[in-house]
């Protein structure tokens, strides 16, 4: 079956660069999450979106941005890299008319030096 | 959403049933009891989930207590890729229902 699909895999970015993280949806669901764990962490969550419309909001910071598309992918925009964004970067989706269990991607491993 | 408290380590000998409990004792009356775990650094994966009656797919069993205060996680038959990080969510079925991961149970299946 399809998963969830994000790219890069893997990500190393300088201090003060920009990244952007992609997450492609399980065909057919409707709402994509975006989740940070830190090494050691649990997974925090970050951002929804449902018929891209933001649905809700976690520990984000304003140096992040996301959106969705007309074709549901989403896109996680990061500035002014800092070493503490190191983590790895989960995207995970969702369809309507069912219980809502998400349905994780493999993740992105962003490192900052 | 509620919160969960769940015991921090669990061990389980290949090839019996692995019992990990969650209490939620905070629960409101919309609110599901999800299982995920999380294999050494991929993604988490969905195991289970349940309002109020006992439930049972290909991965697990999911007992929930008739007050919904408690519920246990049952995977009949602990084999040793089964060692992961389990984690139980509470949370409402919407598509604005974020998951939010407490400290799960590390359970670790040895031969």
């Known amino acids: 079956a399809a998963g969830v699909i994000q790219s890069p895999r893997h990500l190393i970015k300088e201090k003060r660069e920009t990244a952007t993280l992609k997450c492609y949806p399980i065909?057919?669901?409707?709402?994509v999450y975006w989740y940070q764990q830190g090494p050691g962490q649990d997974p925090q969550f970050l951002i929804s979106?449902?018929?891209?419309?933001?649905?809700d909001k976690g520990s984000i910071p304003d140096r992040f941005s996301a959106q969705q598309f007309s074709d549901y992918h989403s896109e996680l925009n990061m500035s002014s890299l800092e070493l503490g964004d190191s983590a790895l970067y989960f995207c995970?989706?969702?369809?309507?008319?069912?219980?809502?269990?998400?349905?994780f991607g493999p993740g992105t491993r962003l490192t900052v030096t | 959403d509620a919160k969960t408290t769940q015991p921090p380590s669990m061990d389980c000998a290949e090839g019996r049933a692995a019992n990990l409990p969650c209490n939620h004792s905070?629960?409101?009356?919309?609110?599901?009891v999800y299982w995920y775990r999380q294999i050494h650094s991929q993604g988490p994966q969905y195991i289970i989930h349940?309002?109020?009656n006992n439930e049972t797919n290909e991965m697990a069993s999911l007992i929930i207590t008739e007050d919904r205060k408690s519920s246990t996680l049952i995977l009949p038959h602990a084999t040793l890729r089964d060692t992961a990080v389990y984690y139980c969510?509470?949370?409402?079925?919407?598509?604005?229902?974020?998951?939010?991961f407490g400290d799960g149970t590390t359970l670790t299946v040895k031969p």
């Open positions: 995970a989706s969702s369809a309507r008319g069912h219980s809502y269990e998400q349905y």
């Open positions: 065909p057919r669901h409707d709402t």
């Open positions: 979106f449902y018929e891209k419309m933001q649905s």
């Open positions: 905070t629960i409101s009356g919309n609110e599901y």
């Open positions: 349940g309002l109020k």
């Open positions: 969510i509470v949370r409402v079925a919407t598509n604005a229902g974020k998951s939010t």
